[in-house]
């Protein structure tokens, strides 16, 4: 009697510590398949979701700061709308131009207008601003006007900040915060042509968004660009750099997003303070 309660006590003990030893082992099965349903994303996974991430994109803030080739320093903030159609403002400052290297651009109902440089309203009796028609302008028109920097005006950094995708090296540097959001860095090395080949497969708004956006960098005599991109908790793009060396000098650009899809209004400035650009040529020409 005594042996059979003590055999089945130790059962029991048995019992419950192979239940325990199970239990664990499924817990630990658990855990193991979490994991396994949200492994962490590559940098080539990570760096590709944030960029289609980025077609979402209706409108955004921005700031830029670096060297551009010719200009020198720069450093500018701006908004951009996507859609419904293009519009935008940018504050620019070209810091090795002296009291002549700022400018402020606008683009309202595809027209540039230039204005905020000084030597500018000078050369026309007072008025402040100077319009272009964009359908009429040529490739070198908008730096032959002298406003530092209106050649980036028109570029999306949102497109830009996609060219990573384009890269076979890309790899994780580690956390950073930006503007007080903790965010992840990549870096990669890409060029031209592969980045022109990783748009193939893209659809045709977006591919033409990117390819525009790479014409920049064309004009400019850039082969190569290194580039780092900081992604932020929601798999958005918070800022980009692209360094490369172009025929006239290197280019350093590094591009911090303050907000994505917030309203952002743009108007025309005065008619009074404006002198359009195809009037004025009108003009001298008769003259």
């Known amino acids: ?28 099965s658990c855990s193991k398949g979490e994991a396994e349903e949200s492994p962490k994303m590559t940098p080539a996974a990570a760096v590709a979701k944030a960029a289609k991430n980025s077609d979402d994109i ?8 670096g060297k551009v080739p010719e ?3 720069v450093k500018a903030e701006a908004a951009m ?41 000078k050369e026309m009796d007072g008025k402040s601003w100077i319009k272009f028609d ?17 050649g980036q005006a028109e570029q999306n950094p949102a497109a830009e900040s996609t060219f990573l995708t384009g890269a076979k090296d ?36 977006t591919r033409e968004k990117r390819e ?8 400019m005599g850039v082969d190569e660009l290194t580039m780092d991109m900081w992604i932020d908790g929601d798999d958005r793009t918070k800022q980009f750099r692209m360094k490369g060396e172009a025929d006239k000098g290197p280019l350093d650009l590094t591009i911090t997003f303050l907000d994505y899809n917030k309203p952002v209004t743009f108007k025309a400035p005065p008619a009074k303070d404006t ?6 040529m009108n003009e001298l020409g008769e003259s």
């Open 275 to 280: 002198v359009d650009l195809a009037e004025m």
């Open 58 to 65: 209706t409108s955004l803030r921005y700031r830029m700061t």
């Open 71 to 73: 200009q020198g320093r």
């Open 170 to 205: 890309v790899k994780e540097i580690g956390t950073e915060k930006v503007d007080g959001v903790e965010t992840t860095r990549y870096r990669g090395t890409v060029t031209l042509d592969t980045l022109r080949d990783s748009f193939k497969d893209e659809d045709k708004d």
């Open 212 to 219: 525009k956006s790479l014409k920049q960098y064309e004009d």
């Open 81 to 121: 709308r996507m859609k419904p159609d293009l519009a935008m403002s940018m504050k620019m400052t070209a810091l090795d131009q002296g009291a002549d290297g700022s400018a402020e651009i606008r683009l309202v109902d595809k027209a540039m207008y230039i204005g905020g440089n000084p030597k500018m309203a």
């Open 1 to 28: 009697m005594g042996l059979s309660v003590r055999r089945s006590a130790r059962t029991r003990t048995i019992g419950a510590g192979l239940a325990a030893v199970a239990l664990a082992a499924g817990a630990v």
């Open 134 to 150: 964009m359908s009429a302008l040529g490739k070198d028109a908008l730096g032959g006007a002298g406003a530092p920097g209106a």
